[in-house]
Structures are given as C-alpha cells and as structure tokens.
C-alpha cells in the first residue's frame, strides 16, 4: 500500500496550489479519502474529505477551509486532489492525504485513528 502525496511548496497569500495524492496497493474506489494537516508544534488536524459511491460522493471540509479548499478525487487514476486557494499564513503545515475503510460518519472521518492508510506528507509554506 503506498499513498504519494505532492504539490506542496512555497506560495504568497493569497495564492493558490493543488496537492495531489497517488495512490496504489488497495481498493482506492471503496475508500474515503482525506486530508489531514500538522503546523509545528500542533496536532495533525483535520481539513476535508470525499466519500465513495457507497456515501453518494459527498464532502467534508474543515470550517476553517470552507469556501477555500476543495476536495476531489478521480477513480480511474486512483487519485485524491485538494485545491487550495486564497492561502494564508495560518494554512502554512505538512499536509497528509488519508485513506479509510468505512462510512463517512463525521467524528470518525475527522479524526487520523480512525484512517487506514496514510501517506508521507508535503510540506505547504504560506508567507510572503
């Protein structure tokens, strides 16, 4: 199981990157996949996620992100996106992209113990 996650980088607020996230080993269509993200000295924390087929496809971002950041993912290339734009400071955090086998129950898609599988991380740098 590998989850390859990229797209991080140095960018000005209010600019905008795409992380993508590659996924290969497992079942990538039956899972929900998320997207997590750690700043120094903080607890990983939740940022969105995408249901399957099973959930009707629906999404979940954290309110921080709304409006902001959106989830996608395309089956076919087993791969989960998260576009990220008007960036700021406070978005600045390794971000990780997550995979479970479940339902898309709220208080368990939020938090990391109850994904499956986790990629290796990259780093996001908001500053001017």
């Not at 199981?1 to 590659?22: D, E, F, I, N």
């Not at 039956?30 to 995408?50: D, H, I, L, N, T």
């Not at 008007?86 to 938090?111: F, W």
Request: hydrophobic letters at 35%; glycine letters at 12%; a positive charge.
């Amino acid at each position: 199981v590998q989850l390859q996650a990229s797209g991080g980088g140095l960018v000005q607020p209010g600019g905008s990157l795409r992380l993508s996230c590659a996924a290969s080993g497992f079942t990538f269509s039956s899972y929900v996949m998320g997207w997590f993200r750690q700043a120094p000295g903080k607890e990983r924390e939740f940022v969105a996620a995408f249901g399957t087929g099973r959930n009707g496809f629906r999404t979940y971002y954290e309110d921080s992100v709304k409006g902001r950041f959106t989830i996608s993912r395309d089956n076919a290339k087993n791969t989960v996106y998260l576009q990220m734009n008007s960036l700021r400071p406070e978005d600045t955090a390794v971000y990780y992209c997550a995979a479970r086998l479940g339902s898309l129950v709220l208080s368990a898609i939020r938090t990391p113990v109850h994904y499956d599988y986790w990629g290796q991380g990259t780093l996001v740098t908001v500053s001017s």
